[in-house]
T-cell receptor
Framework: GQQVMQIPQYQHVQEGEDFTTYCNSS?????IQWYKQRPGGHPVFLIQ?????EVKKQKRLTFQFGEAKKNSSLHITATQTTDVGTYFC?????????FGAGTILRVKS | GAVVSQHPSRVICKSGTSVKIECRSL??????MFWYRQFPKKSLMLMAT?????????EQGVEKDKFLINHASLTLSTLTVTSAHPEDSSFYIC?????????????FGPGTRLTVL
């Protein structure tokens, strides 16, 4: 079945350092979405990427969609303690979203 | 953004009993809703797609007779865990797509923590 691989599983960074999480699909995606889940909370939508090679920014967050629409990345510049949580990518296959395993981000102040 | 509610937020039940979880889209209509299961520090596993007015579509490995889904209206889907056992203990989350289009962003409910004793 469809799978989205996401790495790393965990990342501990010092406040102010950068953070990147990567997702990869074996097949071409219709789109890819990114969600953030705070501890004890539910996933909250961050962004959707649709076009090949697309790059979108939200303040300190930069999202990229690969040229082949098979991989994506989320980069956070100068992390803050409020960035703590689990970041999931989710690939769109037809009418279904398949979630990556998630990357747990911890930020040490 | 749109709001999706879930009830109850937490339930503890005895083994063998059935538990019903409700998922409601509060300010928009959802012909399709999705039910996920999440284990601690793990990803969301899609269980089934709930379709208003028709049968739910279950993912491979999910028992449809155990996890009954009913999409009674354009704003309500229910998941009933029948004859629950301790291995069914988990975090169950529903979602509904924005604008009713399945390829749009998903709005998630707050989740239901089920503990089966």
């Amino acid at each position: 079945g469809q799978q989205v691989m996401q790495i790393p599983q965990y990342q501990h960074v010092q406040e102010g350092e950068d953070f990147t999480t990567y997702c990869n699909s074996s097949t071409t995606l219709s789109n890819i979405q990114w969600y953030k889940q705070r501890p004890g909370g539910h996933p909250v939508f961050l962004i959707q990427l649709v076009k090949s090679g697309e790059v979108k920014k939200q303040k300190r967050l930069t999202f990229q969609f690969g040229e082949a629409k098979k991989n994506s990345s989320l980069h956070i510049t100068a992390t803050q303690t409020t960035d703590v949580g689990t970041y999931f990518c989710a690939g769109q296959y037809g009418n279904k979203l398949v979630f990556g395993a998630g990357t747990i981000l911890r930020v040490k102040s | 953004g749109a709001v999706v509610s879930q009830h109850p937020s937490r339930v503890i039940c005895k083994s063998g009993t059935s538990v019903k979880i409700e998922c409601r889209s509060l300010d928009f209509q959802a012909t399709t809703m999705f039910w996920y299961r999440q284990f601690p520090k793990k990803s969301l596993m899609l269980m089934a797609t709930s379709n208003e007015g028709s049968k739910a579509t279950y993912e491979q490995g999910v028992e449809k007779d155990k996890f009954l889904i009913n999409h009674a209206s354009l704003t309500l889907s229910t998941l009933t865990v029948t004859s629950a056992h301790p291995e069914d203990s988990s975090f169950y989350i529903c979602s509904a797509p924005a604008g009713g289009m399945t390829y749009n962003e998903q709005f998630f409910g707050p989740g239901t923590r089920l503990t089966v004793l």
